[in-house]
T-cell receptor
Framework: DAGVIQSPRHEVTEMGQEVTLRCKPI?????LFWYRQTMMRGLELLIY????????DSGMPEDRFSAKMPNASFSTLKIQPSEPRDSAVYFC?????????????FGQGTRLTVV | AQSVAQPEDQVNVAEGNPLTVKCTYS??????LFWYVQYPNRGLQFLLK??????LVKGSYGFEAEFNKSQTSFHLKKPSALVSDSALYFC?????????????FGTGTRLQVTL
């Protein structure tokens, strides 16, 4: 398996524009997580899904952020409108919840810069 | 709510010396505990996990960690550090109370190994 695939790897956009980050989890995994990493705040959990259903979105900063998982092989994180303070590295991770396969595997991340 | 504390922002150690990176956790049920490593401009890589059984778990690159339930700790250790071990290390906890559970990370500890 190619692992968790995120796209794009880098995104530079202007304030006010819509940004969509994409994630393809590892095939067969049933949990998916979106994290944001900044120097100031560290690694923050934004939202996670189990079997394509959002379980906890309490980490989503505000209504400008939304996430979807239309099927088991694809998820998006959308920011509309984007602001400079959204600049960060966004990670997607997936895992198989069960007796043994509980670790999460991370993608390479999307580095977002909002100017 | 579950949480993870990594009390040290940075740990400095000389190559060849033993290293310890500290982690304590808080969960309401039984914990699944993890250590991850992050190299610059990369995603998080899984090192090792504790689910049940032997309190001393061994992982990748010669790392090990000891689960201590009474102290709610899961410190990462290595008998002999290498310069190539220099990276950012994250401890994480998952409260397996059902099929849906979030993965919570600590703030990370930067390990610096010098010659």
């Amino acid at each position: 398996d190619a692992g968790v695939i995120q796209s794009p790897r880098h995104e530079v956009t202007e304030m006010g524009q819509e940004v969509t980050l994409r994630c393809k989890p590892i095939s067969g995994h049933n949990s998916l997580f979106w994290y944001r990493q900044t120097m100031m705040r560290g690694l923050e959990l934004l939202i996670y899904f189990n079997n394509n259903v959002p379980i906890d979105d309490s980490g989503m900063p505000e209504d400008r952020f939304s996430a979807k998982m239309p099927n088991a092989s694809f998820s998006t994180l959308k920011i509309q409108p984007s602001e400079p303070r959204d600049s960060a590295v966004y990670f997607c991770a997936s895992s198989l919840v069960g007796a043994r396969g509980t670790e999460a595997f991370f993608g390479q991340g999307t580095r977002l810069t909002v100017v | 709510a579950q949480s993870v504390a990594q009390p040290e922002d940075q740990v400095n150690v000389a190559e060849g010396n033993p290293l310890t990176v500290k982690c304590t956790y808080s969960v309401s049920g039984n914990p699944y505990l993890f250590w991850y490593v992050q190299y610059p401009n990369r995603g998080l890589q899984f090192l090792l996990k504790y689910i049940t059984g032997d309190n001393l778990v061994k992982g990748s690159y010669g790392f090990e960690a000891e689960f201590n339930k009474s102290q709610t700790s899961f410190h990462l250790k290595k008998p002999s550090a290498l310069v190539s071990d220099s990276a950012l290390y994250f401890c994480a906890v998952r409260d397996i109370g059902g099929t849906a559970s979030k993965l919570t990370f600590g703030t990370g500890t930067r390990l610096q190994v010098t010659l």
